[in-house]
């Protein structure tokens, strides 16, 4: 049980080092900082912003246009998502989207997938400061 939480955990950090990673190591999606989310967002682009965190933590802070669809309830939810539509994820700070975004581009075959590096919390410090952190 300590070598798969060990093991899990490895490759979790791995999934989460993007362009740092040896290409054949790296997960097919792409880290953007919340800068870049926030242009696409002034720009009007058209992508589907999702916050994978609970519903406890969404009550605290959100950001507004993002869709809360909770990593604890993936499975219900994760089916329906479009191949076609451009996806970027977001958490806390960015582990948990990792590798939702990890998931749907490698096992789902999605190509226009992406991860807020920093999360809400990242947002709250350079974005939009009414955004409470916790």
């Known amino acids: 049980m300590q070598r798969n939480v060990s093991l899990c955990c490895t490759v979790l950090a791995l999934l989460n080092m993007g362009e740092y990673m040896h290409p054949f190591f790296r997960a097919p999606y792409l880290d953007l900082t ?16 999702i916050d994978v ?21 993936a499975a219900e939810w994760i089916g329906t998502l479009d191949p076609g539509q451009e996806y970027v994820f977001f ?18 075959g999605f190509t226009r997938v992406a991860n807020m590096t920093g ?8 974005i939009d400061p009414s955004v409470p952190r916790y």
């Open 53 to 73: 965190r609970e519903p406890e933590e969404y009550a605290i802070a959100r950001i507004e246009g993002a869709e809360l669809l909770p990593l604890s309830r």
């Open 119 to 126: 999360g809400i919390e990242e947002w709250s410090l350079r």
């Open 34 to 49: 919340t800068d870049q989310v926030k242009a696409k967002l002034d720009r009007g682009d058209p992508f589907r912003f």
């Open 91 to 108: 958490c806390h700070h960015g582990q948990r989207s990792a590798y939702v975004a990890a998931y749907v581009a490698s096992n789902l």
